[in-house]
Antibody, heavy 124, light 107 residues
Framework: QVQLQESGPGLVKPSQTLSLTCSVSGDSISRGSYFWNWIRQPAGKGLEWIGRIHTSGSTNYHPSLKSRVTVSVDKSKNQFSLKLNSVTAADTAIYYC????????????????WGQGTLVTVSS | DIQMTQSPPSLSASVGDRVTITCQASQDIKKFLNWYQQKPGKAPEVLIFDASNLKTGVPSRFSGRVSGTTFTFTISSLQPEDLAKYYCQQYKILPYTFGQGTKLEIK
């Protein structure tokens, strides 16, 4: 059973960098053809996809965040990470990591495994 | 970005009722749509993928269908444990986008 767990600071000051890590257990992050995604949800609001990294290392980002976001992977630790620069209060949200399977460039069967989510508040 | 217009934003129904939620895509996304259930305080879980395929283990009272660019999610007989917020999500074109969600309450 694949499990994902987010970790990182719960409070970030405006203009600083939000850094989160997603630890994957139950399978190797290097195995197969998967996308490892970050998704966020402001309190009481809807879901926003942030970006993803493929098993091969290729990345894709939401155009509205592309200038500020980096998703990377550490295969030795079976983890992937999110960095979001120059944060503002608008970046306050629950951040989820999630897996999706790659099927010829399209996701297969949705985001099939999710972390429990971690609340990040941007405030001075 | 592809806009997903989901309706209604909320609804209240009784146990045993048939419940329907609709999602309209701003352009043709073929069958590339998933439906998620998010219970309070939890991460979303996929129920239906490719517009109409039920994920293994999901009760058969949940179903989905597509007609053109309009997607429909149905619970045939509402159960108390179906209290949740439901989201559609398109994956035809990046960035992936979600509907605004439908909050389902049990009368």
């Amino acid at each position: 059973q694949v499990q994902l767990q987010e970790s990182g600071p719960g409070l970030v000051k405006p203009s600083q960098t939000l850094s989160l890590t997603c630890s994957v257990s139950g399978d190797s992050i290097s195995r197969g053809s998967y996308f490892w995604n970050w998704i966020r949800q402001p309190a009481g609001k809807g879901l926003e996809w942030i970006g993803r990294i493929h098993t091969s290392g290729s990345t894709n980002y939401h155009p509205s965040l592309k200038s500020r976001v980096t998703v990377s992977v550490d295969k030795s630790k079976n983890q992937f990470s999110l960095k979001l620069n120059s944060v503002t209060a608008a970046d306050t949200a629950i951040y989820y990591c999630a897996r999706s399977e790659d099927s010829r460039g399209y996701m297969k069967a949705g985001f099939d495994y999710w972390g429990q989510g971690t609340l990040v508040t941007v405030s001075s | 970005d592809i806009q997903m217009t989901q309706s209604p934003p909320s609804l209240s129904a009784s146990v045993g009722d048939r419940v329907t939620i609709t999602c309209q895509a701003s352009q043709d996304i073929k069958k590339f749509l998933n439906w998620y259930q998010q219970k309070p305080g939890k991460a979303p879980e996929v129920l239906i993928f490719d517009a109409s395929n039920l994920k293994t283990g999901v009760p058969s009272r949940f179903s989905g269908r597509v007609s053109g660019t309009t997607f429909t999610f149905t619970i045939s007989s509402l159960q108390p444990e179906d209290l949740a917020k439901y989201y559609c999500q398109q994956y035809k074109i990046l960035p992936y986008t979600f509907g605004q969600g439908t909050k389902l309450e049990i009368k």
